[in-house]
């Protein structure tokens, strides 16, 4: 069990261009989230898949993000047209079918200047 | 639907002292809880859950919770502070349902002084 892996651990992007995050589950898991955590906030929920299926998405995932799990094994999470309030750390976590078990990875940082 | 506020958004106590962190959640269903620490520009770490059974849960740390279902609550607490515990704590709550996403409060600061 090497973790949740998210890759990269910060991305600085000019505004407007487009940035994609990938996310390395446990790999038992079949479940994944991806989370976007603000300065002083707690994690907010974006997007949930179990296999490949995206089963749930937050009304905070606008029109300009998209994300995939084509195998059900590793994500990605691309934003297009990046603002400045898409700065932000953006957290994925997996889990099993036990219910209760979620682990987290480190994040990647995206700052948009 | 469910939701989580955390009381205070900075807590500062004094190394060795008792450490009290307070999460209320709202659930119509029976809910699973969490606590998670986050060290700087780092991920969250699971403090500890509850599921089901005792309400007294014990984590990692020498922190622990109790789960009150008639006060909606789940605070977090510790007996004698470390200065290795200042960080930011989040309190989570999930329905009794295996793979739905967690809810997580806006987070408590931790303050350690010597």
């Known amino acids: 069990d090497t973790g949740v892996s998210q890759d990269p651990r910060h991305k600085i992007t000019k505004r407007g261009q487009n940035v994609t995050f990938r996310c390395d589950p446990i790999?038992?898991?079949?479940?994944l989230y991806w989370y976007r955590q603000t300065l002083g906030q707690g994690p907010e929920f974006l997007t949930y898949f179990q296999n490949e299926a995206q089963l749930e998405k937050s009304r905070l995932l606008s029109d300009r993000f998209s994300a995939e799990r084509p195998k059900g094994s590793f994500s990605t999470l691309e934003i297009q047209r990046t603002e400045q309030g898409d700065s932000a750390m953006y957290l994925c976590?997996?889990?099993?079918?036990?219910?209760?078990?979620?682990?987290f990875g480190s994040g990647t940082r995206l700052t948009v200047v | 639907a469910q939701s989580v506020t955390q009381l205070g958004s900075h807590v500062s106590v004094s190394e060795g002292a008792l450490v009290l962190l307070r999460c209320n959640y709202s659930s119509s269903v029976p809910p699973y809880l969490f606590w998670y620490v986050q060290y700087p520009n780092q991920g969250l770490q699971l403090l500890l859950k509850?599921?089901?059974?005792?309400?007294l849960v014990k984590g990692i740390n020498g922190f622990e919770a109790e789960f009150k279902k008639s006060e909606t609550s789940f605070h977090l607490t510790k007996p004698s502070a470390h200065m290795s515990d200042a960080a930011e704590y989040f309190c989570?709550?999930?329905?009794?349902?295996?793979?739905?996403?967690?809810?997580f409060g806006k987070g408590t600061t931790l303050s350690v002084s010597s």
């Open positions: 790999s038992e898991h079949n479940r």
């Open positions: 509850y599921t089901t059974g005792a309400t």
């Open positions: 989570a709550v999930s329905p009794y349902q295996a793979g739905t996403a967690l809810i």
């Open positions: 976590a997996s889990s099993s079918s036990s219910p209760g078990y979620y682990t």
